[in-house]
């Protein structure tokens, strides 16, 4: 029987084949990143929950949605921490790695979205209470991890790593964009806190949040729009982070709408009256320049669809313009302006259509084994 010679590539090659095989070996890669599939996926269920047009089928569909968000949440994160236990120099290289370790932000997005929906749609299931108790305790996590990466990620940008003029991308925004998450869905839980100072601690609390996260996203959009202006366009493989500055922007309209409702029950009058006229003013004027970047962002993809390589990036399309419906939804309940409706509506479609190519595209990598290989 004739033998072949493999050359060292193809050896290699088929080495990296079986280890792929091997149980355990294909999580030797996972990164933070992939609990991006989670924020996607979640935001889709929020979204519908409030959506101003509501139809028969459409809250039964949003909470299946929300329970493969939860599964897929309880899956990543058992898949990680084996992932930490069975190759902690490669989790550890993710944390170093200047790219990678801004995706540290998406694990406790992934939490507060999840908890949010248990809230929100998982209480028909549940019950109210268990969803509560959900609730308070992935948005206690998700809220810690999220300070943390808003912290321990710029820090060891400025200490560790030497960046070119042209770095800035909108990956840079997700690990700050974790406290306006947490802001937004911390609204939720203020009338179910104890009144007094528990109650306005919370409400206070998710203010500040607000605050942490509103500046240093805005500081962060400059930097990207400078980028843009300089460099052009990112590379075919990271033009959907391009969509991640809309999340900071859809979040903070929502999260604004959100307080100023919650605050009734937490503020004097006086405050929750100026809370209102806030929701109102600053989320028509932070909206309208997230419709500009949309159209931005929309005009890059087009520019570049036929050469953009399918990564886990892609998932950029989906939360931050999930953000923008329920942003533009906050805004039609508060105004009662159908340009806002017709948006939400609108943005819904091209977020579920966003969404199940996204997904489909992904479940795809995961069979072949595509996405499990370093990037």
Not at 53 to 59: D, E, H, I, T
Not at 293 to 310: H, N, S
Request: with cysteine.
């Amino acid at each position: 029987m004739a033998t072949t010679t493999l050359r060292p590539a193809e050896r290699t090659d088929r080495r990296l084949l079986r280890d792929l095989d091997r149980p355990g070996d294909a999580l030797r890669h996972l990164g933070p990143n992939w609990f991006a599939v989670v924020m996607g996926t979640g935001i889709v269920a929020n979204a519908a929950a409030t959506l101003p047009l509501q139809f028969p089928g459409l809250r039964a569909a949003a909470t299946a949605v929300w329970g493969l968000a939860a599964l897929l949440l309880a899956g990543l994160s058992a898949a990680w921490v084996a992932h930490w236990r069975r190759f902690p120099d490669n989790a550890r290289a993710h944390g170093a790695h200047p790219v990678m370790s801004q995706f540290y932000g998406a694990p406790p997005m992934a939490l507060l979205t999840v908890g949010a929906g248990t809230l929100v749609l998982g209480r028909d299931v549940v019950g109210l209470p268990a969803a509560l108790a959900v609730d308070w305790v992935l948005w206690s996590a998700g809220t810690v991890l999220g300070l943390v990466s808003a912290l321990v990620v710029p820090y060891r940008m400025i200490i560790r790593h030497r960046l070119e003029p042209d770095a800035a991308f909108g990956g840079w925004l997700m690990p700050v964009v974790p406290p306006m998450v947490s802001a937004a869905t911390g609204a939720l839980l203020v009338p179910h806190t104890p009144e007094g100072q528990p109650r306005l601690t919370l409400m206070l609390g998710c203010y500040a949040l607000f605050g942490i996260s509103l500046i240093a996203a805005l500081v962060t959009i400059t930097l990207i729009w400078s980028r843009l202006l300089h460099y052009g366009p990112p590379a075919a493989g990271a033009v959907a982070t391009v969509w991640i500055v809309l999340g900071p922007l859809g979040q903070s309209v929502t999260a604004a709408g959100q307080l100023a409702s919650a605050a009734p029950a937490a503020l004097p009058h006086l405050y929750a009256a100026g809370l209102d006229v806030f929701a109102v003013v600053y989320g028509v004027v932070v909206w309208g320049f997230a419709m500009l970047w949309l159209a931005l962002a929309l005009a890059i993809t087009v520019r570049t669809r036929r050469t953009m390589p399918f990564n886990l990036t892609w998932w950029g399309f989906t939360f931050p313009l999930g953000t923008c419906v329920t942003g533009s939804t906050v805004l039609y309940g508060r105004t009662g302006a159908m340009v806002f409706g017709i948006a939400a509506v609108g943005l819904y479609v091209l977020l579920v259509g966003a969404w199940a190519v996204v997904a489909a595209r992904t479940a795809r990598g995961v069979r072949s084994g595509g996405l499990l290989k370093p990037a």
